[in-house]
């Protein structure tokens, strides 16, 4: 039974290019394998560490190997991507990710659970249907402004246009059977994410960890559910700075000749939740003179210097520390830091 120190696969569809290391200094080991001979070939070795890159069916291949007793981790593409010696092949991939595992100061993406994957699976099929209720609400005011037709903003004035669309006698009757077909397919939308939330807040009812985020301010179940799901194991960050840096949410550095040069936040990493956090953020930020505590305090006063949506990010970038600490220790937010006055 061979034994390796450790072997970088580079995934892929059918087929998957695998680099191992059997020993320091010994020659490196390459063989491409079909999907059906990858399990096979890893049940058949002793356990030793794998890395793969944090693609599509990684999590997937990550627990299947973790069950064979394989030590896994995932890299981000973009931290491999620098050990590539020359040219774009799958051989070069491998190698690049056996060499980037080996790095003591590397940084590994936590392996999702089957529960995990399927709760921002419910999170990226919402967002999918949000945006799809967009484009067609834009369509339908986007036609109907072509006639004249016009109303405010908002989704919620969406039936309001419709109605003035349909009593216009002189709108011909095609325009208003597409009108109406639109209209019908935002309400449809509006259903759908209507029972997807339903179903993502009783996911997060059921989880411990959601429950106590839920307790922070602009932390409501959706945001919850995404957090911890998305965030395993908190321990991969040293500190609450880090995970908000995971997000985007921290200035981008051009520093040099120890001057510090900050620039606008770097927006990398998980683009949903930094999202989620900054609406959430939007709207604290217009009730916080209502509160007391510290974090109220806090919020009021960055609110008279900065303009709302800097005011906004920055107290996303808080928050996120925040559900860092409630995540990696378990305690509760301190509601007395933000109370009803």
């Not at 020993?23 to 794998?50: D, E, H, I, M, N």
């Not at 925040?322 to 378990?330: K, N, Q, Y």
Request: charged content about 25%.
């Amino acid at each position: 039974m061979r034994e390796f120190i450790r072997i970088g696969v580079d995934l892929a569809k059918n087929v998957f290019q695998l680099h191992g290391v059997e020993r320091v200094g010994g020659s490196p080991f390459q063989r491409k394998l079909t999907r059906a001979k990858f399990r096979a070939f890893f049940a058949q070795l002793r356990p030793c560490r794998v890395g793969m890159e944090a693609c599509g069916s990684a999590h997937y291949w990550a627990r299947v190997l973790r069950a064979m007793g394989h030590e896994v981790v995932l890299i981000a593409p973009a931290y491999a991507k620098p050990y590539v010696k020359r040219g774009k092949n799958d051989a070069a991939d491998a190698a690049a990710i056996c060499e980037a595992m080996s790095r003591p100061e590397m940084r590994f993406v936590p392996i999702k659970s089957v529960d995990q994957q399927a709760v921002l699976m419910l999170h990226k099929t919402r967002d999918l249907l949000v945006k799809q209720r967009t484009m067609t609400v834009n369509a339908l005011r986007g036609h109907l402004q072509e006639f004249g037709l016009i109303a405010a903003k908002g989704i919620h004035r969406v039936q309001e246009l419709v109605a003035l669309a349909l009593a216009d006698e002189g709108l011909p009757e095609e325009a208003k059977q597409a009108a109406a077909l639109l209209a019908w397919q935002s309400e449809q939308l509006n259903m759908k994410i209507d029972g997807l939330e339903k179903t993502i807040a009783a996911a997060s009812a059921k989880h411990p960890m959601s429950r106590l985020l839920q307790e922070i301010p602009a932390i409501g179940p959706l945001i919850a559910s995404a957090m911890a799901a998305s965030l395993p194991d908190p321990s991969v960050f040293k500190s609450g700075r880090d995970f908000a840096a995971s997000l985007g949410l921290t200035p981008s550095q051009h520093s040099s000749g120890g001057k510090e040069k900050l620039g606008a936040i770097t927006k990398r990493g998980n683009r949903y939740l930094r999202k989620m956090l900054v609406v959430g953020c939007t709207s604290v930020l217009r009730v916080a003179h209502k509160r007391k505590g510290a974090l109220a305090e806090w919020i009021v006063a960055l609110k008279a210097k900065k303009p709302e949506r800097v005011a906004a990010v920055a107290l996303a970038n808080k928050l996120a520390r925040i559900c860092w600490a409630v995540l990696s220790t378990g305690e509760a937010f301190r509601e007395e830091l933000y109370a009803r006055a």
